[in-house]
Nanobody, 127 residues
């Protein structure tokens, strides 16, 4: 059974940084892409916030996080990271990691049609 496990969430002040970690059982290279999603408090989970192609390292960022967040992978450790800088209260919420088998960058970057999901990790940004 595939497991996707996020960690690294927590409480941080406005302007601070956090690094989220996503570990995928098996191998990240078994999947086309790994994506991160954000669910703000009281709202539905949004479209992909960031994604990375596990083969060629191509990356995607939503406009809201461009220049602030950085996604990276370590296939040897079956791990994807999301470095989050300059955090604001709008970044508060649950962050989910997901693994996608479908080999489509369109699917990876504009849909939530990922195959395996983690339980999420809470990020709270306080002013």
């Amino acid at each position: 059974q595939v497991q996707v496990v996020e960690s690294g969430g927590g409480l941080v002040q406005t302007g601070g940084s956090l690094t989220l970690t996503c570990v995928v059982s098996g191998s990240t290279s078994d999947y086309y892409a790994i994506g991160w999603f954000h669910q703000p408090p009281g709202k539905e989970r949004g479209p992909p916030l960031s994604a990375i192609n596990t083969k060629d390292g191509r990356t995607f960022y939503a406009d809201s996080v461009k220049g602030r967040f950085t996604i990276s992978r370590d296939n040897g450790k079956n791990t994807v990271y999301l470095q989050m800088n300059s955090l604001t209260s709008e970044d508060t919420g649950v962050y989910y990691c997901a693994a996608l088998r479908t080999q489509s960058w369109v699917v990876a970057t504009i849909t939530d049609e990922y195959d395996h999901w983690g339980q999420g990790t809470q990020v709270t940004v306080s002013s």
